[in-house]
């Protein structure tokens, strides 16, 4: 799986959206972009994956470059339940029973009131 | 919402003692996992489990380490001989059997070797 860099820490004001940038320069055609977060050692969860086109659900949006080499997780209005690590993580399309997750360092956000 | 349930939260063990961490996943799913965290570390993968068998595990996973679906509810990690290095946040997770399907954890088991 691709290796993905993200910064380790940013702020944000509750209210505003919330960008947290992806690098994964070493992408290839068929890996997927996944977005999980992790509040204060819960257990991690899922927000949102892609492929190449923008995705947006009910907790967030995800943009894909046109290059695929980085993507942006958008949390449109953080509130403060949203302070959490912020995990970017790159994979094949296996079947579920190979489908383990890298974790990285992933991205500290911290939303201020 | 469905969710994965894990039992203790917490587990207090002296050192060369067996311990096992319970976990129920979600009903329909067919693929389950161990993680762990270390303090302070990354959420590393342990093992994966399907139809009944290991299907991967990393290099953590060796001979102390023992994963079992019991019931068809159920599914445990034992630590055969703990050590103070076991100290940790276990996270089972489960999926479902499509590809790309997410998979959802369970808030975890902080086992504490002493």
């Known amino acids: 799986d691709a290796k993905t860099t993200q910064p380790p820490s940013m702020d944000c004001a509750e209210g505003r959206a919330a960008n947290l940038p992806c690098n994964h320069s070493t992408i290839s055609g068929n890996e997927y972009v996944y977005w999980y977060r992790q509040i204060h050692s819960q257990g991690p969860q899922y927000i949102i994956h892609g492929l190449k086109n923008n995705e947006t659900n009910e907790m967030a949006s995800l943009i894909i470059t046109e290059d695929r080499k980085s993507s942006t997780l958008i949390l449109p209005h953080a509130t403060l339940r949203d302070t959490a690590v912020y995990y970017c993580i790159v994979r094949l399309p296996k079947l579920a029973a190979g489908n383990k997750l890298t974790f990285g360092g992933g991205t500290r956000v911290l939303v201020k009131p | 919402e469905p969710e994965v349930t894990q039992t203790p939260s917490h587990q207090v063990t002296q050192m060369g003692q067996e311990v096992i961490l319970r976990c129920v996943p979600i009903s329909n799913h067919l693929y389950f996992y161990w993680y762990r965290q270390i303090l302070g570390q990354k959420v590393e993968f342990l093992v994966s489990?399907?139809?009944?068998?290991?299907?991967?595990k990393s290099e953590i996973f060796d001979d102390q380490f023992s994963v079992e679906r019991p019931d068809g509810s159920n599914f445990t990690l034992k630590i055969r001989s703990t050590k103070l290095e076991d100290s940790a946040m276990y996270f089972c997770a489960s999926s479902e059997g499509r590809v790309n399907t997410e998979a959802f954890f369970g808030q975890g088991t902080r086992l504490t070797v002493v």
């Open positions: 489990f399907y139809n009944n068998e290991i299907s991967e």
